[in-house]
């Protein structure tokens, strides 16, 4: 079946970065149609989108609290996709998902970012 492995996530400073990757199995982000995505839930919040990257031709969207702070790439051979966090700020805490669409949508299992000092 598909999965995706989220990995990364972890402790940081206000200010600092990490970077997420999320390795897919079974579904080739590089075939026409593909979009890959990162949401984050925060506890007692919504689940929202943060970046989103068409796999195809590369065209990317992000949320408006995260532009220009936040970069999501994929490399095909690798068949990942990433999320290069900088400028942290308190509010990104949150579990961090990967998401994966195709015919179908698939969900990784997420991972924590906590921002604090």
């Known amino acids: 079946q598909v999965q995706l492995v989220e990995s990364g996530g972890g402790l940081a400073q206000p200010g600092g970065s990490l970077r997420l990757s999320c390795k897919a199995s079974r579904f080739s982000i590089g075939l026409p149609g593909r979009l890959m995505s990162w949401y984050r839930q925060a506890p007692g919040k919504e689940r929202e989108l943060v970046a989103r990257i068409n796999s195809t031709t590369g065209n990317t969207d992000y949320a408006d609290s995260v532009r220009g702070r936040f970069t999501i790439s994929r490399d095909v051979p690798k068949n990942t996709v990433y999320l290069q966090m900088i400028s942290l700020k308190p509010e990104d805490t949150a579990v961090y998902y990967c998401?994966?669409?195709?015919?179908?949508?698939?969900w990784g299992q997420g991972t924590q970012v906590t921002v604090s000092s």
């Open positions: 998401n994966a669409k195709g015919m179908n949508d698939y």
